[in-house]
């Protein structure tokens, strides 16, 4: 069967359309907004993170070749979206007595852990913003030369009355309506227009920021959306294939850069753009404001696999809600359990041909990355192949969902957990169930679970 046509769903144009890279021997260019590193992640982000992967797996499983350009927010992202408030890395600082440097570098490194921990592959680019200053700057200057900038005191601005079609993708100037009654309120009185934003924001007079940058325009900082602009066009070109973030993302942060790469090229920015729908909890949003805020560590503190994460995310579309709960979570570690062990017994046979099922998984992954129903296709090959067919088909299907479902089983703990381990022999042996029962909760929680025989006790991962 002649492989499918690749069709995504673009927020631009908000429809399926058939999907080609715009040169077709070259890499499909792939750029996907990051953290701002100014606290952990919580599992939300980490969905959209889990969609991203899919796609850029996907397409590489449809024979494309993928450059994939990530960035990290380490400045300029302020409290508000309205270009007021303090610098969210700034405000980390203050809150844990640490440089705003430091507060990147950690929660930049916690990122790129968990994001092990999920198997999301790593980007050929993570590119920070106060590693692209430069960049920035010649980037506003462009659009200065453009006249389509404006100083006030505390920054430049962009002027977006100037841009026409500013707001396409979020619905048009329409969309901004509830925006211009609420200008009566707005704080920057110097603003023209309630939907222009910060291209570069000044040092405030009276107070010493820690991440601040000499430009033609005075010491500052650059504003949030520029550096997405400046470090996609200088990585992936003027105009690239595809642009991912979650849904939040469409009014202000991709409709601000859309507004300034176009308007400096004159060229159209970006093909597709792909927007990821958020998880709920309780019907709202997982956010850092929130008290639903879970991290992935919170996963594995009650023995939860970050793969039963992964798994648990290609349970709704990329374009649906998905409400987290705990029992669902458990649901996916079932599934996710049952499939590595099927595969452990799989490796130990050869693995042979299984292309009608393979046909089928593709045409969910071409379909709009269909995640739920690429997995529904993989417990139907369970039931219909035989073994070999079995074996082949999933190490296919893995490369889409990046489960490590053939990963080799350690068959050593690490030091701590050897010595928990070995406390809970000698404590089941001297019938201390009391301490046998919380070492094994403790274990547990730490990923190890505890089978017990009559010859004595032993314990697998995950
Ligand atoms: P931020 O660090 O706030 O810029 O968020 C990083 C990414 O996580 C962005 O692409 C957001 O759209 C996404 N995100 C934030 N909250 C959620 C959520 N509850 N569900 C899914 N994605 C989210
Ligand atoms: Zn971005």
């Known amino acids: 069967m002649p492989a499918p046509q690749l069709r995504l769903f673009n927020s631009l144009t908000r429809t399926l359309e058939p999907f080609a890279p715009a040169s077709p021997d070259g890499a499909v260019g792939l750029y996907t907004c990051g953290p701002t590193v100014y606290n952990y992640l919580h599992v939300g982000n980490y969905r959209t993170y889990v969609f991203e992967d899919s796609l850029r797996r996907g397409l590489e499983f449809l024979g494309l070749n993928v450059r994939h350009v990530m960035n990290v927010t380490?400045?300029?992202?302020?409290?508000?979206?309205?270009?007021?408030?303090?610098?969210?890395?700034?405000?980390?600082?203050?809150?844990?007595?640490?440089?705003?440097?430091?507060?990147?570098?950690?929660?930049?490194?916690?990122?790129?852990?968990?994001?092990?921990?999920?198997?999301?592959?790593?980007?050929?680019?993570?590119?920070?913003?106060?590693?692209?200053?430069?960049?920035?700057?010649?980037?506003?200057?462009?659009?200065?030369?453009?006249?389509?900038?404006?100083?006030?005191?505390?920054?430049?601005?962009?002027?977006?009355?100037?841009?026409?079609?500013?707001?396409?993708?979020?619905?048009?100037?329409?969309?901004?309506?509830?925006?211009?009654?609420?200008?009566?309120v707005q704080v920057n009185e110097e603003k023209r227009n309630p939907t222009d934003f910060a291209l570069w924001k000044f040092s405030p007079a009276d107070a010493k920021r820690q991440m601040e940058w000499d430009s033609p325009w005075g010491r500052g900082f650059p504003g949030w959306h520029l550096e997405c602009s400046a470090m996609a066009m200088k990585y992936l070109g003027e105009t690239f294939d595809i642009h991912c973030g979650g849904v939040d993302h469409i009014p202000i942060h991709h409709t601000n850069e859309i507004a300034q790469a176009e308007a400096a090229t004159g060229k159209p920015f970006v093909r597709f753009w792909l927007h990821g729908e958020f998880l709920v909890v309780n019907k709202a949003k997982m956010a850092k404001s929130a008290g639903g805020f879970i991290r992935l560590a919170d996963l594995e503190a009650k023995g939860f696999d970050p793969l039963d994460y992964r798994y648990f995310c290609f349970g709704a579309h990329y374009r649906r809600q998905l409400e987290f709960s705990w029992e669902a979570l458990e649901a996916a570690q079932t599934a996710r359990r049952k499939l590595r062990e099927r595969c452990l017994e799989?490796?130990?046979?050869?693995?042979?041909e299984a292309p009608a099922a393979l046909d089928a998984f593709r045409e969910r992954i071409a379909d709009d990355l269909d995640m739920p129903g690429a997995l529904a296709s993989v417990w139907d090959a369970l039931r219909a192949l035989p073994l070999e067919g079995q074996h082949g088909f999933?190490?296919?299907?893995?490369?889409?969902?990046?489960?490590?479902?053939?990963?080799?089983?350690?068959?050593?703990?690490?030091?701590?957990?050897?010595?928990?381990?070995?406390?809970?022999?000698?404590?089941?042996?001297?019938?201390?169930?009391?301490?046998?029962?919380?070492?094994?909760?403790?274990?547990?929680?730490?990923g190890v679970r505890i089978k017990d025989t009559r010859e004595g006790s032993t314990w697998v991962r995950g």
């Open 74 to 184: 380490d400045v300029g992202h302020l409290t508000s979206d309205a270009d007021e408030g303090q610098d969210k890395l700034e405000l980390g600082a203050a809150r844990e007595g640490k440089t705003a440097w430091e507060i990147a570098a950690f929660y930049t490194q916690t990122f790129v852990e968990d994001s092990q921990k999920l198997n999301l592959l790593p980007p050929d680019v993570l590119c920070r913003a106060t590693g692209h200053i430069p960049e920035q700057i010649a980037l506003v200057r462009r659009l200065e030369e453009k006249g389509v900038t404006y100083r006030t005191a505390d920054g430049v601005y962009f002027d977006t009355a100037k841009f026409p079609g500013y707001g396409r993708m979020a619905g048009g100037r329409a969309h901004f309506e509830g925006l211009q009654e609420g200008a009566r």
């Open 346 to 352: 799989l490796a130990k046979l050869p693995a042979g």
């Open 394 to 446: 999933l190490k296919e299907a893995d490369r889409v969902l990046g489960l490590r479902l053939f990963a080799p089983v350690d068959d050593r703990l690490p030091e701590e957990l050897q010595a928990l381990f070995d406390r809970y022999c000698a404590s089941r042996k001297a019938k201390d169930f009391a301490s046998s029962d919380s070492l094994r909760k403790e274990l547990a929680g730490k």
